[in-house]
């Protein structure tokens, strides 16, 4: 039972375009997402997130969107770098429970120059 | 900065071998995770750990057992590998408070022939 899904496993977009990647969820008790960013051979790493209280978060080029009611979120990247093409993935969790992340699969992000 | 460290880049072993993966951090952080990232299934969760001598099941833990004897160090065993057991393994570690994030170690990549 996929409680986190990325329906796109890649995308590809032009140097200096924006990339929008796509979450969806489907437990309506989660109440904080993270995005992380992979580079191969090498560990996720935090990228930004975003509380259920609030609908946006931005942090420079990376702006999170969250729209409860369709239980989605997206990432957009403005404007792309070659530096962006890495495996994204989102996640969730309950504030108030055990801390666990529950992962997407993950989408592969191509910046082509 | 936070730094998760695993003893092994890359590591081969046979069916049937006991398997050793370990997992140090620097930050004092409670909070310990070993997943598992496949393609297309993202990181499943396998154990985690509150605590030191503390630990429960992830969302995958047939065919592993972990150890945390010490608060830095979290160590996944898989008792008797298996071809299936062939993946790439994270360590996480991460501090208390609602808005603490994962910080992962860079990976262990094992291959079970």
């Known amino acids: 039972d996929q409680q986190v899904k990325q329906n796109s496993p890649s995308l590809s977009v032009q140097e200096g375009r924006i990339s929008i990647l796509n979450c969806d969820y489907t437990?309506?008790?989660?109440?904080?997402f993270l995005w992380y960013k992979k580079y191969p051979a090498e560990g996720p790493t935090f990228l930004i997130s975003i509380s259920s209280i609030k609908d946006k978060n931005e942090d420079g080029r990376f702006t999170v969107f969250l729209n409860k009611s369709a239980k989605h979120l997206s990432l957009h990247i403005v404007p792309s770098q070659p530096g962006d093409s890495a495996v994204y993935f989102c996640a969730a969790k309950i504030i108030q429970g055990a801390q666990k992340l529950v992962f997407g699969q993950g989408t592969r992000l191509t910046i082509n120059p | 900065d936070v730094k998760v460290t695993q003893s092994s880049r890359y590591l081969v072993k046979r069916t049937g071998e006991k398997v050793f993966l370990e997992c140090v951090q620097d930050?004092?952080?409670?909070?310990m995770f070993w997943y598992r990232q496949d393609p297309g299934l993202g990181l499943r969760l396998i154990y985690f750990s509150y605590d030191v001598k503390m630990k429960e099941k992830g969302d995958i833990p047939e065919g592993y057992s972990v150890s945390r004897e010490k608060k830095e160090r979290f160590s996944l065993i898989l008792e008797s590998a298996s071809t299936n057991q062939t993946s790439m393994y994270l360590c996480a570690s991460r501090g208390l408070g609602a808005g603490e994030t994962q910080y992962f170690g860079p990976g262990t990549r094992l291959l079970v022939l």
């Open positions: 930050m004092d952080h409670e909070n």
């Open positions: 437990n309506s008790m989660f109440d904080y």
